[in-house]
């Protein structure tokens, strides 16, 4: 409760600002139906209204700058979905605590919770770093001398580590299987040799100098840098059999290299693997196999502490300064390294009550937004080929969506299998080794079929890996893989989404964010996707045809990020499609639908990939008729004199 509060006191009216226009947000006049269930709590609704109201500052002119009118007292440096996500470390902090000061509670015999709770007493515990403690739980062999280099790496890749010498990794290829990619050494990414690494090291019969190892380190990475540059590589993928690479690369025994990464007892020769530049990997072999032994192992090892340490939110990187917020740093690792028993607890502690109704208020929205997605796909607005409009039309048709983050339909079976084999330890050291072992081992698994039942629960979720940055748990995104959209729990709670929202409420933002997300799928990165997650050459075809082209440099003819302007554009556009109807019929529903829709775009202040909330909050509604119209926007206002781009 104390963190809902938080909440809405974002918005203050400064005093001296006296609402002037009173006709907008009084709720007389907009619909109070929930559109999908039987009744509706009013007072969720009106106190969220009232909240939208503090935000707006009605001496701005929404036909000017709509985001100035809509977010003009939000009063804070950050948004709405950090808030969410912040409220979420909350809850799992609260959470992890009660079962720890409780052993006999009932949940502690539930799969997951002990172990949950023992790895954050460990985490806490830490005091000072001992690197290593990590190597010590490798069981290196005593002389890495003796050791080929393939072998430790291989060894280190089943704790996810890949980024040097040859890179082995498992990933996610299509809608139905993950595969093997093999690739050159990574001559970008070069080791930052610290003291601590150093010392963590094994010194062995032969000790060097801190400054010896790293000019030695140095001078390995200028010699596989000039190997591979000479083939600067596009991650063009040519698939081979393990014979094959074998055949090509004889002076490394593949089969044993492979076995050892996946945890396998054999490979056939037909397996097939995605290979880059298999000319480049056999210089490099060659050149590491006439290498001493030990300083390529030792270098491994350097790397991979390194990985680890870099790995997000490694409590190890901060321990002197994370002043009090060691908490928090602990749990937010822990969401990241067993991302699976983290979020089972989560459903089963904060989510389950609330599923039921919310899924189906949301499977319904994301039906009606997908019949239009397909409407205006097969109109066909670029005149492109039929066989085209075909396979972009299965594209839509064959979209999913998953809300929250684990898969939907696994049973308590599936979640009692995964959780035995999933090992905490001794200390941190152990369980954040078994917890990256326990995410590898599964993604390994995938990739060699289990059976069909697993297989589908496996491919019915983003199952995150541990090295994703936060952003992608905070708000709604679309898989191009799986052809999915991920809606996570940080996403399904106010303001964004509540299940008793009234349709202004409701559509405001949840259209508007599904619909973003589903034009993604039709952006200039994810178009080559097909319904299957499969790779084609869909915008080769696209930007052959004039109209296609010409929409693309309408939409871009500013400095404008062209992958988020179209979701944005189009998004919007199917938003209001979808919700457009007798809806609009009572005036205060449009201009409350497009509240909704700023406030997400509240504090946000860009990034990378995204232009500012109210640079893309002003564009979004410019390139929506509807809204002038809602607003009464006179011809000429900023917000309606924009050219119209055609997009779908
Ligand atoms: C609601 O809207 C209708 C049509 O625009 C208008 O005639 C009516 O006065 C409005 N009612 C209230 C209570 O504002
Ligand atoms: C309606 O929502 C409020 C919170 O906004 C809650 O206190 C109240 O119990 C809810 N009423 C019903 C009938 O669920
Ligand atoms: C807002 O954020 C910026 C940079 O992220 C920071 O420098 C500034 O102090 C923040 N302002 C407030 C009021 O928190
Ligand atoms: C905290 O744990 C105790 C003992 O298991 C339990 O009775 C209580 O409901 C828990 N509190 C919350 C809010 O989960
Ligand atoms: C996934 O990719 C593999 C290998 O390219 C292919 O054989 C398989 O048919 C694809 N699956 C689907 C569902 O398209
Ligand atoms: C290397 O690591 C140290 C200590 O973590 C850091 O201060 C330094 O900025 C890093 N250097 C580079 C080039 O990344
Ligand atoms: C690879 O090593 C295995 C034993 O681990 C051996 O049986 C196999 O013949 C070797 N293959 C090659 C191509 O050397
Ligand atoms: C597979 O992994 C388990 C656990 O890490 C290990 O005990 C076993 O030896 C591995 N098997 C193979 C074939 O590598
Ligand atoms: C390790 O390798 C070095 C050089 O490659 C060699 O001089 C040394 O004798 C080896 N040590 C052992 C214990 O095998
Ligand atoms: C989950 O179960 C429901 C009811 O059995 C079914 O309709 C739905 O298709 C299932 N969802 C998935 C993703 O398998
Ligand atoms: C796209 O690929 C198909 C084969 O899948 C080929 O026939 C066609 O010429 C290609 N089109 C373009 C524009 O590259
Ligand atoms: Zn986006």
Not at 444 to 473: C, K, R, T
Not at 612 to 628: C, E, T, W
Request: glycine residues 4%; proline residues 5%.
């Amino acid at each position: 409760m104390e963190m809902a509060l938080r909440f809405f006191s974002f918005c203050i009216l400064l005093a001296g600002t006296v609402p002037v226009s009173s006709s907008i947000l009084i709720p007389n006049n907009i619909s109070r139906t929930c559109p999908y269930k039987s009744s509706c709590n009013s007072s969720v609704n009106l106190r969220h209204i009232e909240m939208l109201r503090d935000c707006v500052d009605n001496t701005k002119d929404p036909c000017d700058d709509f985001y100035a009118y809509a977010c003009g007292n939000w009063k804070r440096n950050y948004t709405a979905t950090s808030t969410s996500e912040d409220q979420i470390n909350s809850q799992y902090k609260y959470l992890i605590e009660n079962v720890s000061r409780n052993p006999r509670s009932p949940e502690y015999r539930q799969p997951v919770y002990g172990k949950l709770a023992t790895y954050y007493q460990h985490c806490l515990a830490l005091r000072s770093s001992n690197l290593r403690r990590y190597l010590e739980l490798l069981n290196l062999p005593t002389s890495l001398n003796s050791t080929n280099w393939m072998d430790l790496l291989s060894g280190l890749g089943q704790y996810g580590y890949r980024g040097h010498f040859v890179e082995v990794t498992v990933r996610w290829h299509n809608s139905s299987q993950h595969m093997i990619f093999v690739e050159p050494h990574n001559h970008r990414l070069n080791l930052n040799f610290t003291l601590d690494i150093y010392e963590a090291l094994p010194q062995g019969d032969f000790p060097a100098s801190y400054s010896t190892l790293r000019d030695q380190f140095v001078r390995l990475e200028n010699q596989l840098s000039s190997l591979v540059k000479s083939h600067e590589t596009d991650d063009s993928f040519t698939v081979y059999s393990l014979d094959e690479i074998q055949n090509k690369v004889p002076e490394l025994n593949w089969t044993e290299a492979l076995t050892k990464q996946l945890n396998r007892t054999s490979i056939g020769g037909d397996h097939s693997f995605q290979v880059d530049d298999l000319p480049a990997i056999r210089e490099i072999v060659i050149v590491l196999n006439s290498m001493d032994r030990r300083l390529l192992n030792l270098y491994s090892l350097a790397r991979f502490l390194q990985y680890l340490l870099q790995l997000p939110h490694n409590p190890l990187a901060t321990l002197e300064s994370d002043g009090g917020m060691r908490s928090l740093r602990c749990i937010r690792q822990m969401r990241r390294v067993v991302y699976i028993p983290m979020n089972y607890a989560y459903e089963r502690n904060y989510y389950a009550p609330r599923r039921i109704s919310d899924e189906f208020v949301i499977r319904k929205v994301f039906g009606e937004l997908r019949e239009k997605l397909e409407e205006a796909v097969r109109s066909n607005p670029f005149q492109v080929q039929p066989d085209l409009v075909d396979q972009l039309t299965e594209k839509v048709q064959k979209m999913r969506i998953n809300v929250g983050n684990l898969p939907p339909n696994a049973s308590e079976q599936f979640y009692s299998d995964v959780d035995r084999r999933w090992k905490v330890g001794e200390d941190f050291y152990e369980d954040h080794l078994n917890g990256l072992l326990f995410y590898y081992s599964i993604v390994a698994e995938l990739e060699g079929g289990v059976d069909s039942y697993s297989q589908s629960i496996w491919y019915s979720f983003n199952m995150h890996s541990p090295d994703f940055g936060d952003n992608i748990d905070a708000t709604p995104y679309f898989h191009c893989l799986s052809n999915m959209i991920l809606v996570p729990y940080s996403y399904v709670k106010l303001p964004f989404f509540h299940a008793d929202f009234w349709p202004a409420l409701l559509y405001g933002d949840l259209a508007n964010t599904l619909g973003h997300e589903m034009l993604h799928a039709f952006d200039t990165f994810l178009m080559d996707y097909d319904a299957q997650g499969n790779m084609r050459n869909f915008s080769d075809q696209l930007i052959k045809e004039p109209l296609y082209k010409t929409a693309l440099d309408c939409l871009d003819q500013s400095d404008g990020i062209l992958n988020e302007r179209i979701p944005d554009v189009s998004g919007s556009r199917l938003a209001i499609r979808t919700y457009m109807g007798d809806w609009l019929s009572l005036p205060d529903n449009g201009q409350l639908y497009f509240i909704q829709f700023a406030h997400f775009f509240c504090g946000d202040e860009g990034d990378k990939y995204h232009e500012s909330g109210s640079q893309r909050l002003n564009f979004a509604v410019s390139q929506v008729p509807k809204f002038a119209e809602i607003f009464e926007c006179k011809e000429g206002s900023k917000i309606n004199s924009s050219p119209q781009c055609p997009f779908w």
